[in-house]
């Protein structure tokens, strides 16, 4: 059981170039999340997707798109990347939220924008 | 969103009991209290979680101040594989649907032999 993968682990980036994160989860939950992490900032939500077709914009959405196509995946896209998306970047996800269920996260992916 | 106040860093011996103390004075009613915690170089991982009574599970416990102004995660026995930052969050729901985490910095706590 794999749990949730993220692809790449690393990535170097220079500015205004594009990027997709991919996000997979084998668990069949419903809710998935993108956070980015940065020092003195704890994680901070990015989008979410409540089920297969849907997202939503969640604390810090600007600059980065995502997609939902499939119910396991749940991919993060940045179209022009700026240094400020220098950032550890996690996903996660969870069974349903209604009873509280825990969130499952990646390992995460690191990226480096020049 | 209510907040949370945890130190920034504690310090245990290895084998010792370990109390990590979060402070959620604007906690409201329906706000659940979770524990994380994040290993280096991996990402958080589900502690534990609870309204209002006291929660055991393998990993530890959580006790939850009656009027919920407060909680208190402890690890019975520390080892070194405890040592990571420890996340006190409250999560809210969303409209709708979805509930968010909000992540406040943690307590990084440090096992010694």
């Known amino acids: 059981n794999a749990g949730v993968t993220q692809t790449p682990k690393f990535r170097v980036l220079k500015t205004g170039q594009s990027m997709t994160l991919l996000c997979a989860q084998d668990m069949n939950h419903e809710y998935m999340y993108w956070y980015r992490q940065d020092p003195g900032m704890g994680l901070r939500l990015i989008h979410y997707s409540v089920g297969e077709g849907t997202t939503a914009k969640g604390e810090v959405p600007d600059g980065y798109n995502v997609s939902r196509l499939k119910k396991q995946n749940f991919l993060l896209g940045l179209e022009s990347a700026a240094p400020s998306q220098t950032s550890v970047y996690f996903c996660?996800?969870?069974?349903?939220?209604?009873?509280?269920?825990?969130?499952?996260f990646g390992n995460g992916t690191r990226l480096t924008v020049t | 969103d209510a907040k949370t106040t945890q130190p920034n860093s504690m310090e245990s011996n290895e084998e010792e009991p370990v109390h990590l103390p979060c402070n959620h004075s604007t906690i409201s009613g329906t706000d659940y209290i979770h524990w994380y915690r994040q290993l280096p170089s991996q990402g958080p991982e589900y502690v534990i979680h609870g309204l209002t009574s006291n929660v055991n599970n393998r990993m530890a416990s959580l006790a939850i101040a009656e009027d919920r102004k407060s909680s208190t995660l402890i690890l019975h026995r520390a080892t070194l594989r405890d040592a990571a930052v420890y996340y006190c969050?409250?999560?809210?729901?969303?409209?709708?649907?979805?509930?968010?985490?909000?992540f406040g910095t943690g307590t990084r706590l440090q096992v010694t032999l």
């Open positions: 969050i409250l999560r809210a729901s969303l409209t709708g649907t979805a509930s968010k985490l909000t």
């Open positions: 996660a996800s969870s069974l349903r939220t209604g009873d509280n269920s825990p969130l499952h």
